[in-house]
């Protein structure tokens, strides 16, 4: 409940001030599969990720957000793009990195409700759409260029 009263107070000062926001996702695939989370407070399956902490490196920040949310300790990880959205009275830039090479050393933290791994040719119906359509994209093999609207 917690969580859903900030969620909302979060929407109301985006309404208000019109945030510019930098965030990153992290597409952890293994074995043609890909993990996603589902949060708390927010409908829908969602790549790993979160916004950045002052003096934090994109980089840092994917290693920290995949741990946060599926206590996973990234190896090598590289940038898939530059992501840009318009959406809900806020503009959000996100890196979105590519991991292949993970290992879970402890477990997600309480923001998430459940951590599963999918098989990128039967992905659930109810993903953010944003990461829906980049997922699609990867499994394709048709991601053409680094940057762009989300």
Request: charged content about 25%; proline content about 4%.
């Amino acid at each position: 409940m917690y969580l859903h009263l900030l969620y909302f107070g979060f929407k109301v000062y985006c309404f208000l001030f019109r945030p510019i926001r930098t965030g990153i996702r992290v597409l952890m695939e293994k074995d043609n599969q890909v993990w996603l989370v589902r949060h708390t407070y927010m409908t829908g399956w969602f790549m790993p990720g979160g916004g950045l902490k002052r003096m934090e490196a994109l980089d840092e920040a994917a290693r920290r957000e995949a741990l946060e949310e599926t206590g996973a300790t990234l190896g090598e990880i590289s940038l898939l793009g530059v992501f840009t959205s318009f959406s809900d009275w806020k503009t959000d830039h996100t890196a979105v990195f590519l991991c292949r090479d993970f290992e879970f050393t402890g477990k997600s933290d309480a923001e998430i409700a459940e951590m599963r791994a999918f098989p990128l040719d039967d992905l659930p119906e109810n993903i953010y759409p944003p990461n829906l359509r980049l997922l699609k994209k990867y499994r394709d093999g048709t991601i053409a260029s680094s940057f762009g609207r989300w």
